[in-house]
């Protein structure tokens, strides 16, 4: 079975600077993907960010972007330039590539409060 | 965009009751997933389902049970309501194709059991 943790409750950022959102995961998998996903108070959760296991290359979406280490089975979120709208609950998610499973293990989430 | 539509915002029921959750997606995905969320766990997988009729148990299905007899609706039930399934319930799906396919989740149902 696969576990996510996220060890940060609750963290808060002033506007414009950097935060970094932690998360480990514990897997026997070796074939696996990990996603980033907000949720917002108006409670859509939408993707931010998603990477394959199999890539070396840390993945990019505008101001977020990830550091993924698979030996050491973490996968953290680092957004830059924050912005108020980035206020929201970020959870991180793990899923396998097999035909067996294919919903996604959350971890307990992390509340982001942006400062103005 | 895929919508994935919860047909309940809020929901308030009393206890013993047979409650029903339902949420219907307007695109042509496989994957259907009901999630409960409650704050400091997280999301937990109760069931999916990858197909009309099939159905899978995820890590907390007691108390509940799914039905999917047409592929763009997946309802919950609660066959009898108990104060600690007051929570926020989240309907979600994806493409069966590709497993690194992102979940398209729906606005949530935020139910109270009293």
């Known amino acids: 079975a696969q576990t996510v943790t996220q060890s940060q409750p609750e963290m808060s950022v002033q506007e414009a600077e950097t935060v970094t959102l932690s998360c480990t995961y514990d897997?026997?998998?070796?074939?696996?993907?990990l996603f980033w996903y907000k949720q917002p108070p108006s409670r859509q959760m939408i993707l931010v960010i998603r990477?394959?296991?199999?890539?070396?290359q840390n993945a990019t979406e505008n101001r977020f972007s990830v550091n993924f280490q698979k030996a050491a089975k973490s996968f953290s979120l680092k957004i830059s330039d924050s912005q108020l709208g980035d206020t929201a609950m970020y959870f991180c998610?793990?899923?396998?590539?097999?035909?067996?499973?294919?919903?996604?293990?959350f971890g307990s989430g992390t509340r982001l409060q942006v400062q103005p | 965009d895929v919508k994935v539509t919860q047909s309940s915002r809020y929901l308030v029921k009393r206890t013993g009751e047979k409650v029903f959750l339902e949420c219907v997606q307007d695109?042509?995905?496989?994957?259907m997933f009901w999630y409960r969320q409650d704050p400091g766990l997280g999301l937990r997988l109760i069931y999916f389902?990858?197909?009309?009729?099939?159905?899978e148990k995820g890590d907390i299905p007691e108390g509940y049970s799914v039905s999917r007899e047409k592929k763009e609706r997946f309802s919950l039930i609660l066959e009898s309501a108990s104060t600690n399934q007051t929570s926020m319930y989240l309907c979600?799906?994806?493409?069966?194709?590709?497993?690194?396919?992102?979940?398209?989740f729906g606005n949530g149902t935020r139910l109270t059991v009293t």
């Open positions: 998610a793990f899923g396998v590539m097999d035909t067996g499973r294919r919903a996604l293990t």
């Open positions: 695109m042509d995905h496989e994957n």
């Open positions: 979600a799906n994806s493409p069966g194709s590709s497993y690194n396919s992102p979940l398209h």
């Open positions: 389902s990858y197909d009309v009729k099939m159905k």
């Open positions: 990477q394959e296991a199999y890539k070396q």
């Open positions: 897997t026997s998998e070796n074939n696996y993907y």
